[in-house]
C-alpha cells in the first residue's frame, strides 16, 4: 500500500509552464510503474499523460509529447511531471498513480487542479 499526494497545481497563461510533484510514502520499493493521469471539466474518464516504468522507461500521450517530461527521484521518493508551453486544453485535474506493474490495481492521490487561461 503506497500514499500518494500531488502538489504544485495553480493557475497559468498560455505558453507557460508548470512542475508538478508527487510525493510518495509506504511500501515504494514495489512501485514499479508510476504516471500522471488527468481529468478535463465535463469529462468522466481520466486520460494517461505521461508514464515512468522502472527503471526509466517512459511514455506520453501524443498530446503533450514534446511539452511535458515525466521523471522518477527514487532518493526523495518523488514522481515530478514537468509541463512546458501549456496549453488551454491541458485544463484538468492532475493525478498521480502507483502500480507495482502494469497489470496492477492503481494507487492515486488526491489529484491537483492545472487551470490554464488568458
Known amino acids: 500500500q503506497v500514499r500518494l499526494v500531488e502538489s504544485g497545481g495553480g493557475l497559468v497563461q498560455p505558453g507557460g509552464s508548470l512542475r508538478l510533484s508527487c510525493a510518495v510514502s509506504g511500501s515504494i520499493a514495489s512501485v514499479n510503474v508510476m504516471a500522471w493521469h488527468r481529468q478535463a471539466p465535463g469529462k468522466h474518464q481520466r486520460e494517461l499523460v505521461a508514464q515512468i516504468i522502472s527503471p526509466g522507461t517512459t511514455n506520453y500521450a501524443e498530446s503533450v509529447k514534446g511539452r511535458f517530461i515525466i521523471s522518477r527521484d527514487n532518493a526523495k521518493n518523488t514522481v515530478s511531471l514537468q509541463m512546458n508551453n501549456l496549453e488551454v486544453e491541458d485544463t484538468a485535474v492532475y493525478y498521480c498513480?502507483?502500480?507495482?506493474?502494469?497489470?496492477?490495481?492503481?494507487?492515486w492521490g488526491q489529484g491537483t487542479q492545472v487551470t490554464v487561461s488568458s
Open positions: 498513480s502507483a502500480r507495482r506493474t502494469l497489470y496492477s490495481a492503481f494507487s
